[in-house]
């Protein structure tokens, strides 16, 4: 099902693409050299599902107000999530709280560096670890994004897009023999391979008319054969996660206002949407509470963010 790659696609992918990287790489401040370990996690965390565009701004100014571990473990939950802002998903704003806090309590404050001890701090996978190790240290290992993993299988297998969700055994495996053998070098391959993904060889319109890649392009090759099941954006609209979003959304900014919270009635009327169901409102609010999201303050009788 993988295809081992010919000298000549071996040529291109370890050579022409890395060069073309050189000339094309974006300007990302997350990726200079005196990024921190600890920025790096937390980039690499962000950018889960979320597009760089959207990550830069926020990845800045966390950077700037919690530089290192111990700074995130001790800022406010509510504070962590309200500077989440739009990058969706937000209970990976307190997995990140909760990594600062393993990093400091067991790890003295350093982020490990080690794949054991990265995926056992919370949110951390293997994806991530793999991220952090090759492109901070140049430990040779594979690191396979979503970007990475369709220029392969387009390029050698001649397949619109992988076929399965998270990479197989085979497919790490093919993805790690192609590797140069030096880790510094390997990691320019795959950072070359994810910025070609992201800019060219993209989802749904990939620039194949001037791709430096299809003269050996197995899916060139092949008429560019179209999958019978193309991926599709997530529904969003009327979905509980489009509720929990509004939900997050009014305590955000009540916090932000200085506001002691909701009332429950508000919060409910916020989770209210076409589209949703009757119950979606209530349904959303106690998942967010059993998911330590926000919290029902009996004293003041009012809806909040975590402490």
């Keep these: 099902m993988f295809t081992k790659p010919t000298i000549d696609a071996s040529q291109a992918l370890l050579h022409d693409l890395p060069r073309w990287f050189a000339t094309h790489r974006r300007d990302l401040p997350m990726r200079r050299d005196d990024v921190s370990d600890w920025g790096t996690l937390v ?82 996978g293997t994806y991530t670890a793999s991220a952090l190790l090759a492109f901070r240290h140049g430990v040779r290992i594979p690191v396979l994004d979503t970007n990475v993993r369709r220029v392969l299988v387009r390029f050698l297998d001649g397949r619109e897009f992988p076929p399965h969700a998270t990479p197989s055994k085979k497919e790490t495996t093919r993805a790690d023999e192609l590797l140069p053998a030096d880790g510094h070098q390997a990691a320019d391959v795959s950072l070359a391979l994810m910025e070609f993904g992201a800019l060219v060889c993209t989802q749904l319109a990939p620039s194949c008319d001037d791709c430096l890649l299809r003269p050996t392009c197995a899916w060139a090759r092949a008429g560019f ?25 009014a305590l955000r900014t009540a916090h932000f206002e200085g506001k002691n919270g909701l009332t429950k009635r508000r919060v409910l009327d916020a989770a209210r949407i076409e589209g949703g169901d009757r119950y979606q409102p209530a349904r959303v609010y106690r998942a967010l509470i059993k998911d330590g999201m926000i919290v029902y303050d009996e004293e003041l009788k009012r809806v909040t963010l975590p402490r």
């Design 225 to 249: 054969p179209r999958e019978h099941k193309r991926p599709t954006p997530q529904p969003y609209a009327g979905t509980d996660r489009q509720a929990r979003g509004r939900i997050m959304k």
């Design 43 to 124: 980039f690499e965390i962000m950018s889960q599902q979320t597009p760089i565009t959207r990550v830069q701004p926020i990845w800045i100014e966390w950077m700037q107000r919690w530089p290192t571990p111990a700074d995130l473990a001790r800022a406010s939950s509510a504070d962590i999530i309200v500077a989440w802002a739009n990058l969706g998903y937000p209970s990976r704003a307190l997995r990140l709280k909760s990594c600062a806090a393993t990093i400091v309590a067991k790890h003295g404050g350093e982020v490990p560096l080690t794949m054991k001890e990265l995926t056992f701090l919370p949110g951390v």
